[in-house]
């Protein structure tokens, strides 16, 4: 009950503001981004929402202390700000979503994104410095790894599964039950319809992947 009190407040507050409302970076912290430290539950229910990310652990007394601190945890990407880390972190996604946490999630994502790219473009902010150091934990870490993987099979691999689904999609090869046994058959069903994070850990503990000689592994040398 008490993350759902914290949820709803967390909607009110970011609802308040129009998007087009801000004039400058600072507006826009004050008035988007400093609200979610102030929520009176928080904007992101540690208990069941957004994987463990705490906004307000963020969020710094001042513009120019949170991006510094932002910047110096690595969590803001100056080149390219619309990929910057701690977007990344924002944008994940519960196993189990519901369209109240779902909605401040896009609202949440929204606020600082819009923020980030106006700020990466201030030069006063840019020069600012902190001794606030912002942990990031080794958690956040390893599934920030873990989606450029999977965004990297989704590209090389993923995207030409048609080459591969006709022996290798449950889908398409349960007839081949006949000439060879099922258990041959689920042997080389690797691919999970609709799931490329779920295919590409298929391949791995089916030992398709090789991840100690990646350019031995089966799924690349196998016979056409």
């Known amino acids: 009950m008490r993350c759902v009190h914290g949820v709803f407040s967390v909607v009110a507050v970011l609802f308040i503001v129009?998007?087009?409302?801000?004039?400058?970076?600072?507006?826009?912290?004050?008035?988007?981004?400093?609200?979610?430290?102030?929520?009176?539950?928080?904007?992101?229910?540690?208990?069941c929402h957004f994987s463990g990310v705490e906004l307000r652990n963020y969020?710094?007394?001042?513009?120019?202390?949170t991006f510094a601190a932002l910047r110096k945890a690595g969590l803001i990407d100056l080149d390219d700000p619309a990929n910057s880390r701690l977007l990344q972190f924002i944008n994940r996604r519960p196993d189990q979503p519901n369209e109240l946490?779902?909605?401040?999630?896009?609202?949440?994502?929204?606020?600082?994104?819009?923020?980030?790219?106006?700020?990466?473009?201030n030069a006063d902010?840019?020069?600012?410095?902190?001794?606030?150091?912002?942990?990031?934990?080794?958690?956040?870490?390893?599934?920030?790894r873990n989606d450029r993987v999977v965004s990297a099979f989704m590209d090389s691999i993923w995207s030409e599964r048609q080459r591969c689904q006709s022996c290798h999609s449950p889908e398409f090869n349960r007839?081949?039950?006949?000439?060879?046994t099922r258990e041959e058959v689920d042997a080389i069903s690797w691919i999970v319809p609709g799931d490329?994070?779920?295919?590409?850990?298929?391949?791995?503990?089916?030992?398709?992947?090789?991840?100690?000689?990646?350019?031995?592994s089966p799924v690349l040398t196998k016979p056409a």
């Not at 007839?175 to 060879?180: D, V």
């Not at 295919?199 to 100690?212: A, F, M, Q, R």
């Open 101 to 121: 946490t779902e909605r401040v999630r896009r609202q949440e994502l929204a606020a600082f994104s819009t923020w980030i790219e106006a700020a990466v473009r």
């Open 59 to 65: 969020i710094q007394k001042d513009e120019a202390s």
């Open 196 to 216: 490329p994070a779920a295919t590409l850990k298929k391949l791995e503990d089916s030992g398709n992947i090789d991840l100690s000689d990646p350019l031995v």
């Open 18 to 47: 129009p998007a087009g409302l801000a004039a400058d970076t600072n507006d826009l912290f004050r008035t988007r981004i400093l609200p979610l430290a102030t929520a009176p539950e928080g904007s992101s229910c540690t208990e």
């Open 125 to 144: 902010l840019l020069k600012a410095t902190t001794e606030q150091s912002i942990e990031v934990s080794e958690e956040l870490v390893r599934h920030a």
């Open 175 to 180: 007839g081949q039950i006949g000439r060879r």
